[in-house]
């Protein structure tokens, strides 16, 4: 059973299904994505800065490469966490950059009480929209989504690599990947209902201010059991930000089918590379504040069995911002009896259809 609220948005009720459920520890919670908009709070900063999977290895990608060097820390958040750590590595300057107001506040307030704060400068606003001299040699920016690119990393980052990195300067992460496999969302959820967290209403409520309008956000499913995968998991999306790092991509990839179910959609999660020669931070199997998106791609759930294929297509374009992408994913499940079935989503960074998906409407039910 789901419990229906009301949520007041840009003077719109909307009403949202909620898990009457609280969240425990492990449990799987259902949230919107949140971290692709300037929605930040303290609370989320506390997710990242206790991260320890996450912060063990930017730690130990800047005690390699930060001493002697001037470090660029982009979105350094309330605590100027990286440009703290460069600085403590040995760096010789760390210059920190964050674009939220009040996280800046926070962030000025934090290095007054910093000794020796003479090696640290912060900026207010956005790295894309900033001109500043000298070049650093190394760029730390922990802009990575749960949807690798859906933060901006990939046009962030190549705006750094052209503006303000010295040429031969290098970006912590090295690599984001985000890894997609079939599912069925109520696999996810086993035992509760397709429903919000009632903690995450707030957040829905501020993606919706800030956007003007309710949309269908990503949704971002909170300790999936790795057990309710259909499929192997096969890299969709790919940033190499030491490398060739394209700002818009598209793979075609062919998910098998690996045992009997149903199928309504896909889960992505991350792997992430702070260093090149690491084992990656992997956000399925690994506790950290990075969640996994599910996207709804089939109307209704199809019967699923070893055999079959979904062919899925997963494209990156950037939004009308320049920095956020959109993504477009359509697919076609290939059954062992020779059927096709074809599915599609439209996941804009902001704006685009509300309600559009079953999946939506069981979430925001009409009145
Ligand atoms: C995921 S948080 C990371 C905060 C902190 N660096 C950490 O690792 O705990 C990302 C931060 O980057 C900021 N941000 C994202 N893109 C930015 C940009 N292009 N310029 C400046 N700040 C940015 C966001 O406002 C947010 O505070």
Request: glycine share 6%.
């Amino acid at each position: 059973m789901r419990n229906i609220q009301q949520i007041e948005t840009h003077e719109r009720s909307l009403r949202v299904s909620v898990d009457p459920e609280p969240e425990q520890e492990g449990r799987p919670a259902l949230w919107p994505s949140v971290g692709e908009y300037p929605i930040y709070d303290p609370f989320f900063y506390t997710t990242m800065t206790t991260d320890d999977e996450r912060n063990q290895r930017f730690r130990a990608a800047l005690s390699q490469l930060a001493p002697d060097r001037r470090v660029l820390d982009i979105g350094t958040g309330q605590d100027l966490l990286w440009a703290r750590e460069g600085v403590q590595a040995g760096a010789r300057h760390a210059l920190a950059i964050e674009v939220i107001g009040d996280a800046f506040h926070k962030a000025a307030a934090n290095l007054s009480s910093l000794t020796p704060r003479d090696r640290i400068t912060l900026l207010l606003g956005e790295s894309t929209n900033l001109h500043f001299a000298p070049r650093a040699d190394v760029c730390v920016a922990e802009i990575i989504g749960s949807l690798a690119g859906a933060e901006g990393a990939a046009a962030v980052l190549a705006d750094a690599r052209n503006r303000h990195l010295k040429p031969g300067g290098l970006v912590v992460p090295h690599r984001a990947v985000t890894l997609a496999a079939a599912v069925h969302l109520s696999d996810l959820l086993p035992d509760q209902p397709v429903a919000f967290a009632e903690a995450s209403l707030p957040y829905l409520r501020s993606i919706f201010d800030w956007h003007g309008k309710p949309f269908d956000v990503r949704l971002r499913v909170e300790n999936p059991s790795a057990d309710a995968l259909l499929s192997e998991g096969a890299p969709v999306e790919v940033l190499d930000f030491n490398g060739d790092l394209r700002t818009e991509q598209r793979t075609t990839t062919r998910l098998a089918i690996t045992r009997p179910g149903r199928l309504d959609g896909v889960l992505t999660w991350l792997n992430l590379w702070c260093l090149p020669d690491e084992a990656p931070l992997d956000a399925l199997r690994m506790k950290t504040n990075w969640a996994s998106i599910y996207l709804p791609l089939f109307e209704n759930p199809l019967p699923v069995a070893p055999g079959d294929i979904l062919e899925l297509t997963f494209a990156a374009t950037l939004s009308d911002d320049g920095v956020h992408p959109d993504y477009q994913l359509s697919a076609a499940l290939h059954t062992a009896d020779g059927q096709q079935h074809h599915g599609s989503l439209e996941s804009p960074h902001h704006g685009g259809a509300f309600r559009a998906h079953t999946t939506y409407r069981t979430l925001f039910p009409a009145s």
